[in-house]
């Protein structure tokens, strides 16, 4: 047989070769090295044969997420085999590897309770099976020889999953993974022994219903994660505890911006202070956008079921809507999203070539009924606001749209301290629930394709991960502590035109069908200032900070002086106010610094006799005094320019 390598070398082997005797093959050096293989796209055990005439990659330790999860896998297994020794009659379901670590979902004995207390325990029976170097062996066998194995091993759950393959796969065989006195159902793959599994640690436990259904048994899901050595372990772990001080929900309330009850959940109620930077950030998006030919329009919060039959939400999304009715029982729908009154709102009116490109943004309220277990802070809410937009262009316009998309993107993250490294582009195609036909999807992936190329844009390919209208480009965001978040995206629509019948009168005077681009840079400003407040660590931009100086009186008598100061500041375009507390300076300063307040202006018998302030900067210190006009100036054109 022949595969072919990543630098197009073609590998001859023997018909019926396994993995690792084609890293046998290429050398003594990758052999030893070899994990796993990737053959058109999937990763396989090294003991498997191969696959003929298809390209091969080895999977090593620095394959990245494919060996990642390789290991996280193989601990998984690890940890039920270690839960099996020390709790008998444990019932195992499923151990799967994730982005961060892997879980394993358990049914303890009656009266077993696990806690983190546990974690020691486990982790030593964990480490006895990888100090062992058991192989993991892979074994196919027919379902009902797997069903009968598993029922007399009194695991419910294996036999559940087993005849769930066979009712909806019509599976004839399942594989089994064997690691020392442990075995497993699981399509695997894995590496070839436990030993490579170099660290790990448990983290945490959780509650989870055995297939997601509050119906069916609540399990205990065990976290944890692993790593080829220890020192990648200790880097991650020091990742996980800068990411619990920099969570969003703690920082929002130290800092004063928001809080959520229970009579509205999954809203945010904002505070003063954080309205503010809500609202910096809606002035941004429509500043931004008014500059290049974006209009601001306003569409209704509920909507009739038939526009969203028309636009195929009532089918596709419906489960995620908020649904009520009119007093004469009319089915209503409050918007999940702009488009669909976008669409409406376009129908009303005429337009002919000239007019377009139209380009309408509304910063709109938007519901969507998110699970409880699935709402978290600002980062999955039901209500919510977007810096949406909707551009409905004529085909020949698409190229130069989507390329002033992409640099409307660059320039609105660049305010932010997002530079060209720190975003990645991803094509998302066509999801297995979607509207239109193939040859649709396959026009519409390959236009955002031609204009990512077009733009010199590297990017990759998200399979399935498209709207159910639409592809799309997504534009994702690293942060500082090298997590990746979705900002906006890019969607090309040929399919809403159709169905809302939308026309423009062409320069032959017959009707044609615009195409519509989907819109969204920050995505929602909730999400937004999440992510920002984690990336930042709580320091906003000096330009959209709540409150960017604080007058700090040294004494009563320095009062009137200080709140003079603040209304000369706010005049001047600063956000200002004064801490008149009868406290010493320097706990007024330290307070100052918790809140993350830009600038600290002291005000005492010296400054007020020179007619100035002493300026200090957060978690830089003393500047020297300025007048008021002159540090008025410096934060006003900070802001002006959105510079700092």
């Known amino acids: 047989m022949k595969v072919t390598l990543p630098d197009g070398t073609e590998l001859d082997l023997a018909d019926g070769a396994t993995g690792l005797d084609a890293a046998e093959a290429i050398g003594p050096g990758l052999a030893r090295a070899a994990l796993a293989v990737k ?113 007399s091993e009194d695991q419910p759950y294996k036999v559940e999953l087993i005849e769930d393959l066979i009712t909806n796969t019509g599976a004839e065989t399942v594989s089994l993974y064997t690691n020392g006195p442990f075995t497993d159902l699981c399509r695997g793959p894995h590496m070839p022994t436990t030993k490579r599994i170099g660290a790990f640690k448990l983290q945490s436990v959780a509650g989870a219903y055995w297939r997601g259904d509050s119906s069916r048994t609540m399990l205990t899901r065990v976290y944890g994660t692993a790593f080829f050595d220890k020192k990648e372990l200790a880097a991650h772990l020091e990742l996980l505890e800068q990411a619990k001080l920099r ?108 007019d377009l490109p139209v380009r309408y943004s509304e910063p709109g309220l938007l519901h969507r009924n998110e699970l409880s277990g699935a709402l978290h802070g600002l980062m999955r809410v039901r209500h919510f606001c977007q810096d949406d937009a909707h551009l409905f262009v004529r085909p020949d316009q698409l190229l130069d749209e989507i390329t002033a998309c992409i640099a409307f993107a660059r320039d609105t993250y660049a305010l932010f301290g997002f530079t060209d490294e720190d975003i990645r582009y991803e094509l998302s195609t066509r999801p297995e629930n979607r509207l239109g036909t193939d040859e649709f999807w396959d026009q519409a992936e390959g236009v955002l394709a031609d204009a990512l190329k077009a733009n010199d844009i590297d990017y990759e390919i998200g399979e399935g991960g498209g709207a159910f209208y639409a592809p799309k480009i997504d534009f994702h965001f690293t942060d500082s502590l090298r997590r990746s978040w979705q900002l906006g995206t890019v969607q090309l629509d040929y399919q809403a035109p159709e169905r ?56 009563d008598r320095h009062a009137d002086r200080a709140r003079e100061i603040r209304d000369e500041l706010r005049v001047g375009g600063v956000r200002a106010e004064v801490d008149e507390r009868t406290e010493s300076v320097g706990r007024k300063i330290r307070d100052a610094e918790l809140r993350k307040v830009p600038y600290m202006l002291v005000v005492g018998d010296r400054e007020l006799q020179e007619g100035t302030v002493s300026v200090r900067r957060h978690r830089e210190g003393d500047e020297g005094s300025e007048t008021v006009a002159e540090i008025a100036s410096r934060i006003a054109a900070i802001t002006r320019d959105r510079s700092g």
Not at 320 to 349: I, Q
Request: net charge negative; charged share 25%; glycine share 8%.
């Open 247 to 354: 969570d969003h929900r703690r920082l929002g309330r130290e800092l004063g911006l928001y809080t959520f009850s229970e009579a509205a959940p999954g809203s945010a109620f904002w505070t003063p202070a954080g309205t503010r930077v809500f609202n910096e950030l809606v002035a941004l998006s429509r500043e931004m956008g008014e500059e290049r030919g974006y209009t601001e329009v306003k569409t209704p919060l509920l909507f009739d079921a038939e526009l969203w039959k028309k636009s195929g939400h009532w089918d596709k999304y419906q489960d995620d809507m908020f649904l009520t009715a009119t007093g004469d029982e009319r089915p209503m729908g409050f918007k999940p999203m702009n488009c669909p009154g976008h669409f409406e709102l376009f129908g009303h009116s005429r337009w002919s070539y000239k």
């Open 500 to 555: 809302f019948d939308l026309t423009y009168t062409g320069a032959d005077n017959a009707e044609h069908r615009p195409v519509i681009l989907h819109r969204a840079l920050m995505g929602s400003y909730e999400r937004f200032i999440g992510i920002l407040l984690e990336h930042t660590g709580g320091e906003l931009p000096v330009w959209l900070t709540p409150t960017q100086a604080i007058v700090l009186p040294i004494a």
């Open 39 to 151: 053959q058109n796209g999937e990763v396989r055990d090294l003991a498997r044969p191969l696959i003929p005439d298809s390209e091969l990659e080895i999977i090593t330790q620095r394959s990245g997420q494919d060996a990642l999860d390789l290991v996280r896998h193989d601990a998984a297994h690890v940890l039920a085999a270690a839960a099996m020794e020390l709790y008998p009659g444990v019932k195992i379901s499923i151990g799967p590897p994730i982005e961060q670590g892997f879980y394993y979902d358990f049914e303890f004995p009656e009266g077993v309770t696990l806690t983190d207390a546990d974690f020691p325990a486990l982790e030593a029976k964990m480490r006895e099976h990888v100090k062992a170097d058991e192989a993991f062996v892979r074994e196919d066998v027919s379902v009902e020889e797997a069903i009968e194995r598993f029922r």
